[in-house]
């Protein structure tokens, strides 16, 4: 009886939502500009629907929820070695490690049986943290010293999501309100339905570990570009602007310390900042309020540098090079040769664009599905800088943006592919909520040209249709997530939909 509750649930939850969106619903005739408290509370209850379902997938499977511990627990000993004036790990390994000439030679190593501590940096017979230290100052410390007891990086994650998704209404909500006011209460809430989903994605499938520090990113890039549009929305140069941009910079420049592919986003701070002087004119006290709005990134780089120079010898080594995995990671990094550069572009242009075939098991959608590709609507952010809608972001001085948006993400993913041997599907999550952004950006402004409730029931269609991508994609069986841990999992959920139980 549970099991058909369950499928009965499904189907009555796509039926309420088309029925929500249906051509003639009052939500394609509010718009953003004309929002009451009633409107607005409605979005904040979604925002924390969306919240708890993420925290909640967070928790299903053991391997990431904190109830097996393998080589998952770095940030929790990271801050137990901090509060005991170390910067490396209390951790040891096989003997023979030790005297390998090359320990970062994977098959060497698997072929010698060495046991190892995976995924740690190993430099001179120390074990370090490669992952990101800013999350462990931003949560593990200050939860140590309050409580007395250790963070699990599940619990950070869940913290870090949960802000990350309440900055990214904010800074949907402000875009809307600045630029597009005419966009419906119908497409808000479905777009950020769906972006938000997208977004959180890979933490919300892998919390513990990998994706705190990307999480923690994430929290920070997006409520840094949200002081930034605060800070150059400004009419006039005052204290705001200053209070606000050292926010920004702040936020952004912590980036570097979660997950440096990630920090590339800072870059759409440029035309930012080249717009302002623009409409300000330039003048020595404009360039000294940039340059002091700037010191944080100076601050924190010199503090970045230092860390890695007291463990690596070199302020510019986060401890990839040093890091025991799969492949000997010395050998990344750089290009060596034109068939190297191919290959490079070639994976870069597989990890944005790349279709396989369809599984024809459920859930259909297989692994290694490029980026564009796995949420169609984020074609909508490349689409929008031709032809009219292009033409309308350079109006409203958003043109730059975007393009240093999108620019950020190939530029991204380059790296990704150049300083890594596989390109794993979480990487995709650097990305993702970047052109989540710009999609919406590039949506809002299309439907500002011609504004009416059948274009916004266009796209909110074209939104749920995306979200049901979404939806298999978290059901996608990949690295020990929950339906990759409990084998039977995907056919479980297939029998409840469709009412075929055993």
């Known amino acids: 009886m549970k099991e058909i509750l369950e499928g009965v649930a499904f189907w009555a939850f796509l039926a309420v939502s088309l029925f929500l969106i ?21 979005l904040i209850g979604i925002l924390l629907v969306l919240i708890v379902l993420s925290v909640f997938v967070m928790t299903l499977s053991p391997v990431w929820n904190g109830e097996i511990i393998l080589h998952n627990g770095q940030y929790e000993m990271m801050t137990e070695s901090i509060l005991q004036g170390r910067l490396d790990l209390d951790v040891t ?18 072929g010698m049986d060495i046991k190892y501590p995976l995924d740690h940096a190993f430099y001179q017979g120390r074990f ?40 990214l209404l904010a800074c949907f909500r402000s875009l809307a309100k600045k630029y597009f006011p005419q966009m419906t209460l119908g497409m808000l809430i479905a777009l950020l339905v769906l ?71 800072n870059a759409v701070v ?53 890091q025991l995995t799969t492949a000997d ?60 809608v292009g033409r309308s972001l350079k109006r409203e001085g958003l043109y730059g943006f975007l393009a240093f948006l999108i620019a950020s993400v190939f530029l991204t993913n380059f790296f990704q592919v150049l300083w890594s041997p596989v390109i794993l599907e979480r990487y995709k999550g650097d990305v993702l909520y970047l052109l989540s952004m710009g999609s919406f950006l590039g949506i809002g402004v299309w439907y500002a040209q011609r504004p009416s409730p059948r274009r916004s029931w266009k796209i909110c269609l074209a939104a749920f249709g995306c979200l049901l991508m979404v ?28 009412f075929h139980i055993p």
């Not at 000439?101 to 060497?108: G, M």
């Not at 330039?282 to 120079?309: E, K």
């Open 22 to 42: 249906r051509p003639k619903s009052a939500l394609h005739r509010i718009s953003v500009g004309s929002l009451t408290r009633k409107h607005h509370a409605l």
């Open 93 to 110: 390994a096989d003997p023979r490690l030790y005297e390998m000439e090359n320990p970062y030679d994977a098959a060497l190593r698997d």
């Open 128 to 167: 370090y943290m490669y992952f990101g230290i800013v999350p462990v100052f931003l949560a593990f410390l200050p939860y140590r010293l309050l409580t007395g007891q250790p963070l699990l990086s599940v619990h950070a994650t869940q913290f870090f999501t949960a802000a990350f998704l309440i900055g």
């Open 195 to 265: 972006f938000s989903l997208l977004s959180v994605l890979f933490p919300a499938k892998f919390p513990t570990l990998y994706e705190t520090p990307v999480a923690c990113g994430m929290m920070l890039e997006i409520w840094s570009i949200f002081c930034f549009s605060r800070a150059f929305r400004e009419k006039k140069p005052n204290r705001a602007v200053l209070g606000w941009a050292l926010g920004g910079s702040l936020l952004g420049a912590l980036t570097f310390g979660c997950r440096p592919p990630l920090a590339l986003a």
């Open 270 to 322: 440029l035309p930012m900042a080249f717009r302002f002087l623009k409409r300000e004119k330039i003048t020595r006290g404009r360039i000294g309020l940039l340059l002091a709005a700037a010191l944080p990134y100076a601050l924190v780089a010199a503090g970045l540098m230092a860390y890695n120079y007291a463990r690596f010898g070199s302020p510019f080594e986060f401890g990839q090079a040093y």
């Open 329 to 388: 990671q010395s050998r990344y990094g750089h290009i060596q040769g034109f068939q190297d550069l191919v290959r490079i572009l070639v994976q870069t242009w597989n990890a944005l664009f790349a279709v396989p075939a369809l599984d024809p098991v459920f859930p259909f959608l297989p692994l290694g599905i490029g980026v564009f590709p796995c949420c169609p609507l984020l074609f909508f952010s490349l689409l929008a800088l031709r032809g009219s």
């Open 471 to 498: 939806l298999l994609l978290f059901i996608v069986p990949e690295d020990f997530s929950y339906t990759d841990f409990y084998t039977g999992a995907p056919a479980r959920i297939w029998s409840r939909i469709t």
